[in-house]
């Protein structure tokens, strides 16, 4: 294998990857997608309405204003526990079937009460059925609520007894330390009191969460009816139904929740509310990132980018440097680099996860009232990335400034571990200690495995350091080289160089010509230290099988990371045999990538199947080969994610086809190599959170169900309004089977409606353009780039280019002072909203609000109300 060839090989393989890579990204932030409001066209009846109501306005000369939707593409996922999405009401279908059903309303005056009182029948059924299911759900989360409480309470009067029975050690037991035993005792029992009733406090507040939300679910979905239909009947079935139902009139949760605060407060924090509040309150619904934080978070990222791209120039107009081996300054910095970007990721994965609504401070068993946010762990890496920025520079340009090439990493590392070490608390936004150490806590318990039970936190942090092998034999490199191969006598850093090419190296010397040394050579050493990430999973798979005695998943998977022992074996014995024969191939090149292939499919296999829990055999017909319960939107992210795992777990493929060829040097291949590890750690991260959420995979909770936090009176009020909105509000959670299915059915409808009114397709140009052809000169506003592409279309194509124009725009941005007329196609909840904004119009000016109207207000008086329901039409006018 040439040169040429090897070249080709590596181009294919880089630009696979990075490709399959790149279309994973739309997944990686899924806080940033978005989620358009379904367009809901103008029926034939709704235009006719609209000419009505333009001619019984003032005939306008300037132009009318025209908003084709609410162009409010905000969505607001209801903050319910996927565990509990089933048992909620499922609003977002009974508004659906209101919808569908009033689209299908004869003009017939007998006809459309006859349909509405089938409508009326059906809906009242699936109402009826939606409150039982709530009723028992609820009488059940009641039963448990106050079995806790009871258990809860004995733990208390147990405890306060106790404290009570003992008294004070005397004579020699105080003098031996028995006053301190007893007071740790105390203590420890005293925490974990608190504790617990913390937690119980968090599930009442989901319980009433659950409350609130149904019985307002309730309410706005009956008073949608009484809209859409005409009638009060959805009033009167919740004044004999919801509001005398069991799940609303109950007020133990309420008498629960004064209950532990009571306990908490006088018996556990002596009296004192605002310490006991304190250890009870939770977190708002929508935590508020500190404005500090996010300068800080900009800034460091910034300069980072900044010094970065100063490293890539400076790197290539530096001149060589015969003095100084090869490779040898990017064993000592990539190291470092590659963890800052992995704590970076993790920031980004903590961003996504809450975004979507994946619990991860439940699940890692973080402090939910105190733990770092995701922007705070982004910005503590971000400047630790532009620390190593500045070492790489000061590295370069070491001749300049007078100091030891090799000082700068050396100085990186003090400062690390200073930061890391340091037991300095005050102030916490700087030093954050608690957070440091739970982390030196739980890397202790990975490095000493066997000897504790494991937690959801030390395995995937093993996890993590499964894709960090690459720093681990970097970090080996640093101390064997800082300890060996550096010459501290005349007080100066001097590397211990030879130029010999020939034979081998000896201890305590680099090759400066190709930077060959004992250090990164010692086969033993550095197989020693590849596998320690997987011996530390391998001895926690072991502790795990010994404390549940399953042998699936837990023996099953140690067998997983044995196989990273054998791989490691075989290619260690390869270079041995290489290094005493380097013109022959020995037997262990082949094992060795017989070995490759046998841990890549296990390893490969386990991700899909085990860690994301995909190839499900329940998945719907729509998703194949993933699962039912999916949370992240698209199911090509899936898909997409499958085939970057796969490509990525290949990135060796590169070290042996290039590697062995003699192409390219393996310290370049890893460095290449090791990000993509990283980035697919990063991926897999997201999915494993998911599966480990919605499935309880790994048996590390006892329970299902996961703590949410508290609707705040703002959060609630958000809440109400935007359950108007078309798919305004979404059960977080759904499995793709039940999206699918409402979508198809919604489509259908659509292209019912359409063909039955002989509508084209795209009809959002539609009222712009009627009201042109009557000799209106109109503009419509919208924010949907698409639509006002085929809108503009329309109009040329009808010869309406003069009279219609369009703008891609927000309405709460657009200038209406030049218009005397405006026709609002919007939601029930903009309304309201748009008001003020309406304002700037001039007095005398017409205003027509289509299918909901204006909420009683000075500015605006109603002049006439043309058609009922979706169609109606009113026509305003400015005081």
Known sequence: MGTNTGMVIAGVAGATALVITAAAVPFVAPA???????????TTEQLSNVSRALSLATKNSKGTLIDLGSGDGRVLASHLTPEWRKQYIDYERLKNLLYDDMMEVPADDDRREEHISRLDEKFFNECDQELTKINLFFSQKIAEGQGKHHELQT??????????SRSEPSGIRRRFGGKDRFHKETTRN?????????????????????????????????????????????????????????FFLNREIETLITNVETSVINDLEGGNRQAGMKRLKVPPLSEKQKPLTTFSLGLFIGASIVLLLAILLSWMASPARPQEPKWVAVRLFRGPLLLFLSIFLCGVNMAGWAAAGVNHVLIFEVDPRNHLSYQTLMQIASFMIMLWSFAVLAYLYAHMLHI???????????????????????????????????????????????FHFVTFTDFWLGDQMNSLTTAFLDFQYFVCFYATEVDYSNGWIEVKGINSTTGSVPWGSVELSNGKDQCASAAGLRSLMSIIPAMIRFLQCLRRYRDTKRVHPHLVNAGKYSTTFFVVACGALNKYYEASDPNSTSIFFYIWILSYIMSFTYTFLWDIFMDWGLIDPRAPKEARFLREEMIYGSKWYYYLAIAQDFVLRLAWVLNVSLGEAWTLDSDFLTTVTAPFEVFRRFIWNYFRLENEHVNNCGQFRAVRDISVKPIRKGDLESLLSKMDQMDGVTHRGHDLMERVKKQKKSAKASRQLLRKNRFNRMIAAAPVLQCAKEGYRSTGVELNSILVAYSKYRSIKEGLGKEARFMRKNIFKTDLSPYETAVIFGAES???????????????TNLLACRFPLPENDAWKLEHQIGEGIDAVWVYKRN
Not at 33 to 41: A, Q, S, T
Not at 830 to 844: A, F, I, Q, T, Y
């Open 32 to 42: 940033l997608r978005r989620v358009c409001i379904p367009y809901v066209p103008a």
């Open 155 to 164: 733990e208390l009067q147990v405890f306060k007894d106790v404290l009570g």
């Open 190 to 246: 005293e925490q974990q009191l608190k504790l617990a009733f913390s937690e119980f406090y968090l599930s009442l507040v989901l319980v009433q969460n659950y409350q609130q939300l149904n019985a307002t679910g309730f309410r706005k979905i009956l008073k949608k009816h009484d809209k859409l239909t005409g009638n009060e009947r959805g009033l009167d079935w919740r004044i004999n139904k919801v509001e005398k139902s069991s």
């Open 404 to 450: 030891p090439p090799f000082a700068p990493p050396l100085v990186l590392m003090i400062i690390c571990l200073v930061l890391l070490l340091n037991p300095i608390a005050k102030p916490d936004s700087v030093f954050h200690r608690n957070s440091r150490f739970w982390l030196l806590k739980h890397c202790y318990k990975c490095f000493t495995s066997p």
């Open 830 to 844: 903009l309304m309201g909203d748009l008001v003020p904004k309406l304002s700037e119009m001039r007095s005398n």
